[in-house]
């Protein structure tokens, strides 16, 4: 997943560049505006296949059309039929799935592909272009981050480095995307990059600023998620905004399993791509027929304010139509993310509950447009796991500090409601389908390079399983050894004689040494990571495992007290490194 680089900058700069913070800062800022640019192209291209395909004014959102013709609802079902096509294409060039920014920062050090970036940012314009109901930030943030990896190792920065830099261009995106510089950092600091440090502060914080002041210049309106008049947040909202935590942490673990659910489905009926994604884009186009705000992302329904107002029943219908068609373009395979959908549907679900609340409790007052943003921002929370940037974007949107401080309530509800009862985000549940255990970008790729092989001692003691017990205190008296591996007649591993066991027996009914076996059928491979090795030493109550190959023959030796303390010496260097100490 991760192309050669076939030219470098020239070593004088490499060295200025790894030896100058600065010269990391200036390179932040650099990739933030190239993610101002990825949006303001990305949203350009997407924009001008909406006027192509469906026939509306380049700058006219697709999702803000009242209706749409019945030959306009068969694009999604042709554009998927081509994208299948490109799929099946692509997996004989690339058949591994490519590297996104978070799985690149927790296992490769932010080493990204920027082919497999290019394809993916294609691959969702071409999604976004054709109606499928996916969500661009996947690709802005792709294609961002990966041209930040790009940057990064044509310097040959460090390997922290090179993750802040990848958090960067997450940053640069979505303050772009958004027009929230803030939110763009801390969606960098809580997703991309997985901590918050000091040492990134000015980089991602000036990488943001750059992504949305390049995205504003090509595109001045910004995501306006609504436009509010003054409200007074009272402390019934502040428990109010909990319960719809809550409600919207049921809702988003349902939408995420529904993504699966479909996805599975799919996946049992063995169908080609072509005609896997044609069939989701058929129900994609018959789902826009009953109300157009389940096209592409939903950016136009978001702007239209005229949505809280619609009657009740409408409202539902569009929360259902557009988790429905989220659900079926996700599952199907169109290219994309679940970010901009759970906006809108946070946002409508924030409008029935505010109506139920009134309806339960005729004085309680709950303002519809109020709880369509405390909605929004719970519900993206649950999805994307990042309950201080959904709290910024809200800020810096509708300037509202009361209700941003309403907001916070509801996604620290929903995120910890989430994790507790699902684990998950949507991209680290996507990983975990997939066979990966990461569920954050916090690094873990040094733990999976370190692994029992380069650990272990390969200068083990050993022998035959038959020795008897005098001729085993010959060859090994106290003090020449503490533990030696005994080997079946074809050389397998057979068990773990400990010497002092051998020396301090005194029934003459033993002979050999067969009876002082011990973890017979405990043992390591030299594949095994760090910490599943601790996790094997801790179920075996062992202080030294023998590691043997895949024919079960002996080739080293590895003691817990050596794990644990390689373990505690890279997680500290790894801290330091991170904080900038030393």
Same mark, same amino acid.
């Given at each position: 997943?991760?192309?050669?680089?076939?030219?470098?900058?020239?070593?004088?700069?490499?060295?200025?560049?790894?030896?100058?913070?600065?010269?990391?800062?200036?390179?932040?800022?650099?990739?933030?505006?190239?993610?101002?640019?990825?949006?303001?192209?990305?949203?350009?291209?997407?924009?001008?296949?909406?006027?192509?395909?469906?026939? =509306?004014?380049?700058?006219?959102?697709?999702?803000?059309?009242?209706?749409?013709?019945? @030959?306009?609802? /068969?694009?999604? %079902?042709?554009?998927?039929?081509?994208?299948?096509?490109?799929?099946?294409?692509?997996?004989?060039?690339?058949?591994?799935?490519?590297?996104?920014?978070?799985?690149?920062?927790? /296992?490769?050090?932010?080493?990204?592909?920027?082919?497999?970036?290019?394809?993916?940012?294609?691959?969702?314009?071409?999604?976004?272009?054709? +109606?499928?109901?996916?969500?661009?930030?996947?690709?802005?943030?792709?294609?961002?981050?990966?041209?930040?990896?790009?940057?990064?190792?044509?310097?040959?920065?460090?390997?922290?480095?090179?993750?802040?830099?990848?958090?960067?261009?997450?940053?640069?995106? =979505?303050?772009?995307?958004?027009?929230?510089?803030?939110?763009?950092?801390?969606?960098?600091?809580?997703?991309?990059? +997985?901590?918050?440090?000091?040492?990134?502060?000015?980089?991602?914080?000036?990488?943001?600023?750059?992504?949305?002041?390049? %995205?504003?210049?090509?595109?001045?309106?910004?995501?306006?998620?609504?436009?509010?008049?003054?409200?007074?947040?009272?402390?019934?909202?502040?428990?109010?905004?909990?319960?719809?935590?809550?409600?919207?942490?049921?809702?988003?673990?349902?939408?995420?399993?529904?993504?699966?659910?479909?996805?599975? /489905?799919?996946?049992?009926?063995?169908?080609?791509?072509?005609?896997?994604?044609?069939?989701?884009?058929?129900?994609?186009?018959?789902?826009?027929?009953?109300?157009?705000?389940?096209?592409?992302?939903?950016?136009?329904?978001?702007?239209?304010?005229?949505?809280?107002?619609?009657?009740?029943?409408?409202?539902?219908?569009?929360?259902?139509?557009?988790?429905?068609?989220?659900?079926?373009? /996700?599952?199907?395979?169109?290219?994309?993310?679940?970010?901009?959908? @759970?906006?809108?549907?946070?946002? &409508?679900?924030?409008?029935?509950?505010?109506?139920?609340?009134?309806?339960?409790?005729?004085?309680?007052?709950?303002?519809?447009?109020?709880?369509?943003?405390?909605? &929004?921002?719970?519900?993206?929370? @649950?999805?994307?796991?990042?309950?201080?940037?959904?709290?910024?974007?809200?800020?810096?949107?509708?300037g509202d500090f009361w209700l941003a401080a309403a907001v916070l309530i509801g996604v620290i509800v929903a995120t910890v409601v989430t994790r507790e009862l699902f684990g998950y985000t949507f991209a680290t549940w996507r990983f975990h389908l997939r066979g990966e255990t990461i569920r954050s970008a916090a690094d873990v790729g040094w733990i999976r390079d370190l692994t029992v092989g380069r650990m272990m001692r390969p200068d083990l003691k050993t022998v035959p399983r038959n020795t008897g017990l005098d001729d085993f205190r010959r060859l090994y008296p106290l003090g020449s050894a503490t533990r030696v591996v005994a080997l079946d007649p074809e050389g397998r591993y057979a068990g773990m004689v400990i010497v002092a066991d051998a020396h301090g027996i005194t029934d003459p009914g033993i002979r050999d040494i067969a009876p002082l076996l011990r973890l017979t059928a405990t043992m390591l491979k030299p594949t095994m990571n760090i910490r599943e090795a601790a996790l094997l030493f801790d179920r075996a109550e062992a202080e030294a495992l023998a590691v043997t190959d895949m024919q079960n023959r002996p080739v080293g030796l590895l003691t817990e007290a050596y794990v644990l303390r390689r373990y505690?010496?890279?997680?500290?260097?790894?801290?330091?490194?991170?904080?900038?100490?030393?």
């Amino acid at each position: 997943m991760d192309e050669r680089l076939p030219f470098s900058a020239p070593k004088r700069l490499r060295a200025l560049v790894r030896s100058r913070e600065s010269s990391i800062i200036v390179l932040a800022a650099v990739v933030g505006a190239v993610g101002g640019l990825v949006v303001a192209g990305m949203g350009a291209l997407v924009g001008l296949m909406h006027a192509g395909l469906f026939g =509306i004014p380049f700058r006219q959102r697709l999702s803000a059309l009242p209706e749409i013709w019945p @030959s306009q609802a /068969l694009i999604p %079902a042709a554009g998927g039929i081509v994208l299948g096509l490109a799929f099946l294409a692509l997996a004989r060039w690339r058949p591994e799935p490519p590297v996104d920014p978070i799985e690149a920062n927790a /296992l490769r050090g932010g080493r990204m592909s920027i082919r497999d970036s290019l394809v993916v940012a294609g691959q969702t314009v071409w999604s976004s272009g054709v +109606g499928a109901s996916v969500g661009l930030e996947a690709g802005y943030t792709q294609l961002a981050s990966g041209l930040a990896s790009w940057l990064g190792r044509l310097f040959h920065v460090r390997r922290n480095d090179l993750r802040l830099l990848v958090g960067c261009g997450a940053a640069g995106a =979505i303050a772009g995307a958004f027009g929230a510089p803030l939110g763009g950092a801390f969606y960098a600091f809580e997703l991309v990059i +997985g901590a918050y440090t000091p040492l990134g502060l000015a980089p991602v914080g000036i990488a943001a600023l750059n992504g949305w002041l390049v %995205a504003r210049a090509f595109e001045p309106h910004a995501i306006e998620l609504f436009t509010l008049s003054a409200h007074t947040i009272t402390g019934h909202d502040l428990v109010t905004a909990s319960l719809l935590g809550l409600t919207a942490a049921f809702f988003g673990i349902g939408l995420m399993r529904g993504v699966e659910l479909w996805e599975r /489905l799919m996946r049992a009926l063995r169908l080609p791509p072509p005609i896997r994604l044609g069939i989701g884009g058929v129900l994609v186009g018959g789902l826009a027929l009953v109300t157009p705000q389940v096209l592409a992302s939903g950016h136009g329904a978001l702007h239209v304010n005229a949505m809280l107002a619609l009657p009740l029943d409408l409202v539902a219908t569009i929360l259902i139509c557009k988790a429905a068609a989220s659900i079926v373009s /996700l599952g199907s395979g169109f290219r994309g993310g679940l970010f901009f959908a @759970s906006l809108l549907l946070g946002a &409508l679900g924030g409008r029935l509950f505010a109506a139920a609340g009134n309806w339960l409790w005729p004085g309680a007052g709950l303002e519809s447009d109020v709880y369509a943003v405390l909605g &929004l921002g719970a519900l993206s929370a @649950s999805v994307i796991g990042g309950p201080l940037t959904m709290t910024f974007i809200v800020l810096e949107t509708t300037g509202d500090f009361w209700l941003a401080a309403a907001v916070l309530i509801g996604v620290i509800v929903a995120t910890v409601v989430t994790r507790e009862l699902f684990g998950y985000t949507f991209a680290t549940w996507r990983f975990h389908l997939r066979g990966e255990t990461i569920r954050s970008a916090a690094d873990v790729g040094w733990i999976r390079d370190l692994t029992v092989g380069r650990m272990m001692r390969p200068d083990l003691k050993t022998v035959p399983r038959n020795t008897g017990l005098d001729d085993f205190r010959r060859l090994y008296p106290l003090g020449s050894a503490t533990r030696v591996v005994a080997l079946d007649p074809e050389g397998r591993y057979a068990g773990m004689v400990i010497v002092a066991d051998a020396h301090g027996i005194t029934d003459p009914g033993i002979r050999d040494i067969a009876p002082l076996l011990r973890l017979t059928a405990t043992m390591l491979k030299p594949t095994m990571n760090i910490r599943e090795a601790a996790l094997l030493f801790d179920r075996a109550e062992a202080e030294a495992l023998a590691v043997t190959d895949m024919q079960n023959r002996p080739v080293g030796l590895l003691t817990e007290a050596y794990v644990l303390r390689r373990y505690a010496d890279e997680s500290e260097r790894r801290r330091r490194e991170m904080l900038g100490e030393g």
